[in-house]
């Protein structure tokens, strides 16, 4: 049986132009995941939860799992 956590991270616009488009950043996801890894977890996906009209996502989970002993 695993065992799962979810972690929220924030996308935000880094630039806007008319002709280069949007740019957008997700805050420091590297370091959770290998903090998370550090401690027995895998990392598995992620999911969109909040997203604008324009379809940009605003925020996802991070999933981690973990093996039940």
């Known amino acids: 049986m695993y065992r799962y956590e979810y972690e929220s991270v924030s996308c935000v616009l880094d630039g806007w132009g008319a002709f280069g488009g949007n740019s957008y950043g997700i805050e420091d996801y590297r370091n959770i995941i290998n903090a ?14 909040r997203q604008r009209g324009t379809g940009h996502v605003q925020e996802l989970d991070l999933i981690f799992e973990k093996e039940e002993p």
């Open 36 to 49: 998370r890894a550090k401690n027995g977890w895998r990392y598995v996906g992620y999911l969109p939860t």
